[in-house]
């Protein structure tokens, strides 16, 4: 309980003290993969097979909303793994991020990335070293997820 407290803390001093999110997005459009033309790589089947294996936390951040979600239920954990679509696409430079994605175990994160969901960009771009590296389609089932999340936000006495 007090660890959640803590990373609850945590985030909201991230998201509070960080540039606007108009800056942000700035710097994130500059740091894209060097080639625009090619796609980006992918994880290994293998690193995505150890994410599900051994994440027991998730953590979304929304840059354009007052609530984040966080998931420690296996199941749901389990489930937003299988969210990391076909790997190899080509991130699109006129995207913005919406958000940031984090996997963790026992609070050590093992995989971050940001999320993009606009009509037609949907998908992770997950980073290596603070920097973009792989680029994965979002699967029907994870546009399903966030599209139900932003329904229940907005009907929410406390959403948006």
Sequence with gaps: ????????????????????????????????????????PSLSPERIADLARRCDFVDYVFYYANFSLSQDEPGAVRQTVT???????????????????????????????????????RYFLFLENGKPKYAHAMTPAAVTFLQQIFQRA???????
């Design 154 to 160: 907005q009907q929410s006495p406390y959403g948006s």
């Design 83 to 121: 969210f990391i679509g076909p790997g190899g696409i080509t991130p699109d430079p006129d995207c913005r991020p919406m958000g940031r994605i984090f996997f963790q175990e026992k609070g050590e994160i093992l995989l971050e990335g940001d999320m993009y969901f606009q009509d037609h960009c």
């Design 1 to 40: 309980m007090n660890f959640r407290l803590f990373l609850l803390g945590l985030c909201t001093s991230l998201l509070l003290g960080c540039r606007p999110p108009e800056q942000q997005t700035e710097d994130r459009t500059t740091e894209q993969p060097a080639s625009q033309a090619e796609p980006a």
